[in-house]
Antibody, heavy 124, light 106 residues
Framework: QLQLQESGPGLVKPSETLSLTCTVSGDSITSASWYWGWIRQPPGKGLEWIGDNYNSGSSWYSQYNPSLRSRATTSVDTSKNQFSLKLSSVTAADTAVYYC?????????????WGQGILVTVSS | DIQMTQSPSSLSAFVGDRVTITCRASQGIGKNLGWYQQKPGKAPKRLIYTASTLQSGVPSRFSGSGSGTEFTLTISSLQPEDFAAYYCLQYNSFPLTFGGGTKVEI
């Protein structure tokens, strides 16, 4: 059974960089045709896609939401079966529950497995 | 970006009611749409993908339809455990975008 688990600081100061990691168990992150993504949800609000990482042959590629104005960066650590998110220059507007999730062609391309989410608060 | 307009934003219903939620895309997305249910404090749970395919393990009272720009999620007979928020997601093109959500309340 695939499981995803977010980890990282729950409190980040304004203007600093938010860093989160998603640990995947039950499948290899390098398995073909999977996209590994990040989604966030401000308290009491809707869902926003942040970005995806995907493996095309021997290379990893990323796509990001332009609304984040190039503040988001994702990476993959295949040795630990993890992928990560960094969001720079955070403000209070970045306070949200952050989810990691998987999607792929064999499961209809929408996110099928999600982590439980981690609340990150931006405050001094 | 493709905008997903979801309606209504909230609704009140009774157990046993038939409930319909709509998502409209600002441009055609084929059948590249999923529906999610989210309960308080929990991650979203996928109900439907490719507009009308029921996720394994999801009760058959949930159904999805539509293509192009207009999509619906129908709950044929609302059950107590169905009171939750529902979201659509288009994955036809980047950036992926969610509808604003529908809160189904008693």
């Amino acid at each position: 059974q695939l499981q995803l688990q977010e980890s990282g600081p729950g409190l980040v100061k304004p203007s600093e960089t938010l860093s989160l990691t998603c640990t995947v168990s039950g499948d290899s992150i390098t398995s073909a045709s999977w996209y590994w993504g990040w989604i966030r949800q401000p308290p009491g609000k809707g869902l926003e896609w942040i970005g995806d990482n995907y493996n095309s042959g021997s290379s990893w590629y990323s796509q990001y939401n332009p609304s984040l104005r190039s503040r988001a960066t994702t990476s993959v650590d295949t040795s630990k079966n993890q992928f990560s998110l960094k969001l720079s220059s955070v403000t209070a507007a970045d306070t949200a529950v952050y989810y990691c999730a998987r999607r792929g062609s064999s499961t209809g391309w929408s996110f099928d497995y999600w982590g439980q989410g981690i609340l990150v608060t931006v405050s001094s | 970006d493709i905008q997903m307009t979801q309606s209504p934003s909230s609704l009140s219903a009774f157990v046993g009611d038939r409930v319909t939620i709509t998502c409209r895309a600002s441009q055609g997305i084929g059948k590249n749409l999923g529906w999610y249910q989210q309960k308080p404090g929990k991650a979203p749970k996928r109900l439907i993908y490719t507009a009308s395919t029921l996720q394994s393990g999801v009760p058959s009272r949930f159904s999805g339809s539509g293509s192009g720009t207009e999509f619906t999620l129908t709950i044929s007979s609302l059950q107590p455990e169905d009171f939750a928020a529902y979201y659509c997601l288009q994955y036809n093109s980047f950036p992926l975008t969610f509808g604003g959500g529908t809160k189904v309340e008693i």
